[in-house]
């Protein structure tokens, strides 16, 4: 038995080019034939507001599910690396009308379902075509309880269908940042767009906090967690997370968080780190939330061990 793995287009800026890796070396440690990567680690530009056009993952993506349909089988698996790839529905197709004995399995990172998804402003008619590849899906892998309930609620996905397994990370690529001499109070790791909080970066900013933005560095994957650990706090107020890699990779790195207390992260981060979304808006009340997490902070490590990508993708592709 054989399991497909369609991967994404590889960028550096993102969590891409490190899955795209994982799913390689994960594979190389199975036995010949068992995993299956597709794909390539070809890189993909990326603006910081955007994500990639959905001309060049159609491209990227439809070679390879070309491939895989050529070649599966009665009780072999197809894995999608992001359960909203158009082509997908080709294998239900193929399953029904040749009666082969095919699991489909994907792990979503968000949609048109999260009205505060990029996704969603492009037009909510996608829904039709979420519909269509959660039907057919056997299992659906996501990052938080917050994230199952939502795909339940918003899509009627049956809450037995969905596992919660968070993102992977490698954790020996972090350092650790108790450790480390610090170079900076405040970073900002996420999107430049306002789901990710960054007009209220901006405004903290105006008002005198000196939140560095790592998109405007210019830095590798390398070299991100390598000034990531010289930081005291990473600064996550967004209103649209169904994980949060980069608040993540901060605690990976020993580097504590401050977040809003929403529902998006009521089930992935633990209350000392969650302060009322009104407080971002308060330089006053920022600042004095910054020094009690300060106070209290230490071993964020434990947090994120389970989000290993050795664990995460052995319970993926198992």
């Not at 909510?124 to 795909?151: A, C, M, N, P, Q």
Request: proline share 6%.
């Amino acid at each position: 038995m054989t399991t497909f793995v369609i991967t994404l287009p590889s960028s550096d800026t993102r969590y891409t080019a490190q899955w795209y890796q994982w799913v390689w070396k994960y594979a190389e440690g199975r036995p010949k034939g068992e995993v299956v990567p597709l794909g390539s680690n070809l890189a993909f530009k990326v603006r910081p507001t955007d994500f990639l056009s959905y001309r060049d993952y159609l491209a990227y993506v439809l070679p390879y599910i070309d491939v895989a349909l050529r070649l599966v089988k009665d009780g072999d698996t197809v894995f999608f690396l992001d359960g909203e790839t158009p082509g997908a529905e080709a294998f239900e197709y193929v399953r029904k009308m040749e009666g082969i004995d095919l699991k489909i399995r994907s792990f979503w990172h968000a949609g048109t379902y999260d009205k505060r998804d990029l996704t969603f402003a492009r037009g909510v008619r996608g829904k039709h075509f979420e519909y269509g590849w959660f039907d057919i899906t056997d299992r659906i892998f996501v990052g938080s309880d917050y994230h199952k309930h939502l795909l339940n609620e918003t899509r009627d996905v049956p809450l037995d269908k969905i596992t919660v397994t968070g993102c992977p990370l490698d954790l020996k690529a972090f350092e650790d940042g108790s450790k480390t001499p610090k170079v900076r109070k405040f970073l900002f790791t996420g999107r430049k767009s306002p789901e990710k909080g960054y007009d209220v970066v901006q405004s903290l900013q105006r008002e005198g906090v000196p939140i560095a933005v790592s998109l405007d560095e210019g830095w590798d994957k390398h070299e991100f967690y390598h000034q990531l650990a010289q930081t005291e706090i990473v600064v996550n107020p967004a209103l649209q997370e169904t994980f949060g890699i980069g608040m993540m990779e901060a605690m990976a790195s020993n580097v504590p968080v401050i977040v809003p207390d929403i529902p998006q992260f009521q089930t992935t981060v633990p209350p000392m780190y969650r302060v009322p979304y009104s407080d971002f808006l308060s330089k006053d009340k920022f600042l004095v939330d910054v020094e009690r997490i300060l106070s209290g902070a230490g071993y964020e490590r434990a947090l994120v061990e389970k989000y290993d990508y050795s664990k995460v993708m052995e319970t993926w592709l198992k």
